[in-house]
């Protein structure tokens, strides 16, 4: 039990507050006794097991410059001084588990508190020998209770403030340090500077040397420049007078620069009306400020040259305009160039005219004929309508593939597929497929062909394709009932062809234009021959992809047109190559019916190609997307895919792998039925595991063809006892 006069420390006429501080603090006179101002509270620790002490010594203590931090054990004081710093603490002895003796000795041997001033305060120990221990255990005052709020105000404030000049003399003598130490740095600055400043005085001088050297060498480049430009370049006063000309000024006028600098603006030897030009457009620059462009023509060695010159205006330092720069550029070609593309335009302009001229041609009977077709029931009309109706569409047809090939061969996309010809065979089939125009026209043709064997390495479609051109073009040109002789021979190392016929004729200045595209004698829209103007183009262009040459030749207009082409024949490699087959040579065909698959998203092409299969006596069945395709293929087992690639959402070739990948239809035979023929489609296709390429329109020749590539077999009708019922999908009729 401890003892009551453990409270007997509470100076008379000092009150504890009912919250455990003073309700107002004393104000402290100022005087010895009053702990001197400073920046930041001092920090005094307070411990005491005894709530109403600490409340005391807060009380005596309370001060706008003390942070009073209380602890009611020796455990939380040492929390505190490991937290804080204090200034001084004020320790109770007796204390309940660690006492105030072995607290302070704690304090006393940790570094960062052994120099905190201890105060101890007692009730019961005054004998000298306890004094003693308080003061080994490293206290440095001994105060019994009661206590004397004065004595220990004055003892408080004397630690405070010994802890205020040791923290300000710590801080000077940082400040002192870093005052050394900024000295130093500057000094070392100082002296960096000072070698900094010596050796960019060095390298400025260096860099104007270097500059005027730079400035040296620019002049001379830019003299080098002017000189040798084949601008014409001159510079004039504001009072008209040339006061630097280059080199080439010098050549275009004939004269020396002396007696050409300072001309009066009357002096110069140039005509009239361009003297006038000029004076009034620089005198424009000098009283506008601006930039001017004129353009002249000017008489050069017999001929006249085309120039276009820009005058610039160069200011003054006052902002006025000093001098006007003329540079004048010979444009002659560029002129050249802008009405050669001008031309062009207009050939461009008259092809497409021509184009929908052309397309509406074979469009109008076509329709008109379909008109016709449902309005009679002759059998004899439907036979000659349909007869005209054909031969109209393969106009067309013939017109669209003009195009497709001279587009794919001016980009590049047309590679030959050479192999031993025989010349004569090919001019035979040539022959064949241009008859129709010339029997039309009621022309008599005359053939003259190599009765030996000669053979040239060339593709030989694209070789009779030349063959045609030329004789329908020959047909096309030559009025009704005239003459056409086409003759072929081997000269020399060369394969000489030759077309004669007695047409309209082309005017000498054409015979080289008429290779151009787009190009036709006396082109007319109300004409009766058609045509594109590409036909020839195109002969020439095969013919060159051959290595060889073509030229026209003709008397003038209404004497004919001979139209000879040149290849060239290589040394026999060896002998025992067989020339292949012509054109056009029929392959043998399998009769037998098939199941087949159509596919195309344009219903009436699937139901048209449907019709005449069904007719033929094939087992036909439509879809009209990718996957309606393969859920018929599925079910169907189809012999033959006629497969469109344009399909909508998944394509005719992703059909294809699915089709390749799938048992039930991984044997058939798939043919692609599209618009697009150039090589890369065919890549495509064949990637995908496609096993035909046709390009649309397609004719019936060429679906025979097709199923002329699968395996003779038995109709699927004799095998139909013996196959099991299978489910079919819904058939497209």
Known sequence: MRDSTRNEGIPEGVPPAASGRPAAAPECPPGPDAPPAGDEPIGILLVDDEPRNLTVLETVLDHP?????????????????????????IVDIQMPGMSGLELAHMVKQRKKTACIPIIFLTAHYGEDRHVLDGYGA???????????????????????????????????????????????????????LNEELERRVADRTADLVRANEALARREAELRSLAENSPDILARFDAALRPIFVNAAAEKVLGRPREAILG???????????????????????????????????FPLRGKTRHYATRLIPEASPTGE???????????????????????????????????????????????????????SQDPDLATRTREMMNRQ?????????????????????????????????????????????????????????????????????????????????????TPEGGRIELSAAGEGREAVIRVRDTGMGIPPAMLEEVFEMFTQVNRTLDRAQGGLGIG??????????????????????????????????PEPAGAGESPAAPPGAPASTSRAARRVLVVDDNEDMAEVLAGVLRLAGHEVRTALDGPGALEEARSFRADVVFLDIGLPGMSGYEVARRLRRDPAS?????????????DEDKRQAKEAGIDLHLTKPVEFP????????????????????????????????
């Open 393 to 477: 569409l393969s106009h067309m047809v013939r017109l669209i593939d003009d195009l497709l090939d001279i587009s794919r061969i001016t980009s590049g996309k047309v590679t030959l597929r050479k192999e031993q010809v025989s010349l004569r065979a090919v001019a035979e089939a040539a022959v064949e497929a241009s008859r129709p125009a010339i029997e039309a026209a009621r022309h008599a043709l005359s053939l003259d062909l190599p009765a030996e064997r000669v053979t040239l390495p060339a593709d030989p479609t694209r070789l009779a394709q030349v063959i045609t051109n030329l004789l329908t073009n020959a047909a096309k040109y």
């Open 138 to 192: 490293g206290g440095v005052d001994y105060l019994h209770k009661p206590i004397e709020p004065s004595i220990l105000k004055s003892k408080v404030a004397v630690f405070a403030d010994l802890h205020r000049k040791s923290r300000e003399v710590a801080r000077a003598n940082e400040a002192l340090r870093e005052e050394v130490s900024a000295r130093r740095h500057a000094e070392e600055q100082l002296r960096q």
């Open 65 to 89: 410059d003390y942070r009073l931090v209380r602890a009611v054990s020796a455990e939380q004081a040492l929390l505190a001084l490991v937290a804080d710093e204090f200034a001084v603490l």
């Open 666 to 678: 991984g044997d058939a035979l798939i043919v692609a039925l599209t618009g697009g023929g150039l």
């Open 321 to 375: 305009v000093a001098t006007v720069l003329a540079v004048t550029q010979d444009v002659t070609e560029l002129k050249r160039t802008e009405e050669a593309l001008q031309h062009a335009d207009r050939r461009k302009d008259e092809f497409l005219a021509t184009l929908a001229h052309e397309l509406r041609n074979p469009l109008a009977p076509i329709r008109t004929g379909l008109h016709l077709l449902g309005l």
């Open 536 to 569: 020839l183009a195109l002969v020439k262009r095969l013919v060159e992809l051959h290595g060889g040459a073509i030229a026209a030749a003709s008397d003038g207009l209404g004497l004919g047109s001979t139209f000879t082409v040149r290849i060239p024949i």
């Open 263 to 297: 001309l009066a603006a009357g002096e110069a030897e140039v005509p009239g009306p361009l003297r006038l030009q000029w004076q009034q457009a620089l005198r424009a620059v000098f009283a506008s400020r601006r930039a001017r462009a004129i353009e002249f023509d």
């Open 702 to 733: 060429q679906i025979e063809e097709a199923f002329s590539r699968l395996p003779r077999r038995e109709p699927p009708a004799a095998k139909a006892a013996g196959r099991a019922a299978a489910p079919r999908g819904k058939t497209r009729r």
